[in-house]
């Protein structure tokens, strides 16, 4: 199975700070990558499919790129709501999660 | 409103089966994959497996962990899909969580489910004697 590896698995940061998680795949997976918010005692949501492609609803302070094995969501401007875990997934070939990145604030 | 409930949930004794069930509505059904997620007390999120649409043959693939002991199933006409889960284990013990996606054929030719975009709210599933 791919392997998907996050980084940082926490972070906290203050109101306003941009932040960027990234999830690195053990092999090509092109853009077959999605990112997903989760908070405490509720089911994950879809932030963005594709790598980058925003779903509909979502701020726009979120943002996603990478292709290939290297990928990075962007919060460009941390804000409280924001607190919640984020995962990676991969879907191209038997769904993998990275572990989690969870975001605090300051 | 696009919606999907997961049911069924409950305390089970280790080797004993329990059958889950994702009740949808909102949406044409049968044009969705479903996928089946868990997550262990604490952990992150796991996939279990997935059922593609009628047009790709029903058909299922399951995680190596739970591969001959889960089996997906769909219901088109009631617009629900079941998983069918059998000598639990302990390690079994999560939150299960259904949730639709599109067909997608990869470029190497495999026929997956996308994004899932609409989750439901969970049922927790406790294995323990």
């Known amino acids: 199975d791919i392997q998907m590896t996050q980084s940082p698995s926490s972070l906290s940061a203050s109101v306003g700070d941009r932040v960027i998680i990234t999830c690195q795949a053990s092999q090509d997976i092109g853009d077959y990558l999605n990112w997903y918010q989760q908070k405490p005692g509720k089911a994950p949501k879809l932030l963005i499919n594709?790598?980058?492609n925003l779903e509909t609803g979502v701020p726009s302070r979120f943002s996603g790129s990478g292709y290939g094995t290297y990928f990075t969501l962007t919060i460009s401007s941390l804000q409280a709501e924001d607190t919640a875990t984020y995962y990676c997934q991969q879907y191209g070939n038997r769904p993998t999660f990275g572990q989690g990145t969870k975001v605090e604030i300051k | 409103e696009v919606q999907l409930m997961e049911s069924g949930g409950g305390l089970v004794q280790p080797g004993r089966s329990l059958r889950l069930s994702c009740a949808t509505s909102?949406?044409?059904?049968?044009?969705?994959?479903v996928s089946w997620f868990r997550q262990a007390p604490g952990k992150g999120l796991e996939w279990v497996g997935f059922?593609?649409?009628?047009?790709?043959?029903?058909?299922?693939e399951y995680a190596a962990s739970v591969k001959g002991r889960f089996i997906i199933s769909r219901d088109d006409n009631r617009s629900i899909a079941s998983l069918h889960m059998s000598s639990l284990k302990s390690e079994d013990t999560a939150v299960y969580y259904c949730a639709r996606g599109r067909i997608r054929i990869t470029l190497a030719g495999a026929v997956v489910a996308d994004a899932s975009d609409i989750w439901g709210q969970g049922t927790v599933v406790t294995v323990s004697s």
């Open positions: 059922i593609r649409t009628k047009p790709y043959g029903g058909t299922t």
């Open positions: 909102g949406f044409t059904f049968g044009d969705y994959a």
């Open positions: 594709d790598a980058s």
